[in-house]
């Protein structure tokens, strides 16, 4: 039995529902499939064309009860397959029972061990008082705006009459759960550094490079102090992350560079040296020709 549940987790791992055109779709057919196997109700709720929710019911003996909802969702993130030593799609075993693919862990995993625990539920015979649902969501890895945003204000979700909502956490290794009863918040930043431009022989003042180096100081002091406080408290729920992601250009700023090819053996030595510091191997590339 163990070896079926398996089985379809690595059959659930090869559906390509990978960013940025996840196949929603084959995620929800391949699990409804198998809870109608099982005997369970369930529903197809089309959020739109490309993102549909599947419900899956095991009922209470007293449904007018609140019900308890798990939630997980059906998207991953992109991968580089060059970086990957087995087909992130391909759902592999190695021999010690490894299984390689993308979605593994987040979420995958959860969404068939609830699966499994609800098929055990119901052929244990045991009748729960209170229905539970499962859900499937779309787009919960890209900030669920047109994912559970929109499905909490639907009619279809405030009829499964939720009480409460075991959602995303850690997949475990044995039989212990860990259960954690907040949520951390996300906040995407985007800082807009404006500046003075010119020809890169000069020395303008109130650049743009002069602001984003204060602001990059100011976040990554904040990144280290919360750095060393998670040293004691151990705990991410205790402590704010901050991680730079992307920097970008704009169109102007490659006046900037006009005057790299001058740059003088000094300068060059400084930046290797600066570089160094990081404790990494970083190279400079020139960007002129
Ligand atoms: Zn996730």
């Known amino acids: 039995m163990v070896e079926d549940v398996i089985n379809i987790f690595r059959e659930y791992l090869k559906i390509r529902s990978v960013?940025?055109?996840?196949?929603?779709d084959a995620c929800v057919d391949f699990v409804k499939n198998k809870a109608d196997e099982y005997g369970f109700k369930t529903q197809i709720f089309p959020l739109d064309e490309k993102r549909p929710v599947l419900i899956v019911t095991l009922e209470g003996s007293e449904p007018s009860l609140p019900s308890i909802l798990l939630n997980s969702h059906t998207d991953v993130v992109p991968v580089f397959e060059e970086q990957w030593s087995y087909d992130p799609f391909g759902a592999e075993m190695d021999q010690e029972g490894n299984i390689y693919a993308?979605?593994?862990?987040?979420?995958?995993c959860v969404t068939i061990a609830q699966l499994e625990a609800l098929r055990r539920i119901k052929c244990s015979q045991v009748k729960l008082k209170r229905t539970v649902h499962m859900t499937l969501l779309p787009d919960e890895e890209i900030g669920s705006i047109e994912g559970m945003a929109k499905f909490v204000h639907t009619k279809t979700f405030k009829d499964l009459n939720v009480g409460f909502d075991i959602d995303e956490g850690i997949p475990s290794a044995d039989e212990e759960f860990l259960i954690f009863n907040n949520e951390r918040c996300k906040w995407g930043i985007l800082i807009h550094c404006t500046g003075t431009t010119g020809h890169g022989s000069l020395l303008h003042k109130n650049t743009a490079g002069e602001k984003l180096r204060i602001v990059i100081d100011h976040f990554m002091d904040l990144r280290e102090k919360e750095a060393v406080k998670f040293q004691t408290v151990q705990h991410l729920g205790d402590i704010t992350t901050v991680n730079l992601t992307q920097l970008q250009e704009d169109e102007m700023a490659q006046y900037y560079q006009e005057e790299v090819e001058r740059m003088s053996q000094d300068i060059y030595h400084g930046i290797a040296m600066i570089l160094r510091r990081t404790g990494q191997h970083l190279e400079i590339s020139f960007l002129m020709p």
């Open 19 to 24: 960013h940025p055109d996840p196949d929603y």
């Open 102 to 108: 993308r979605g593994s862990q987040d979420m995958k």
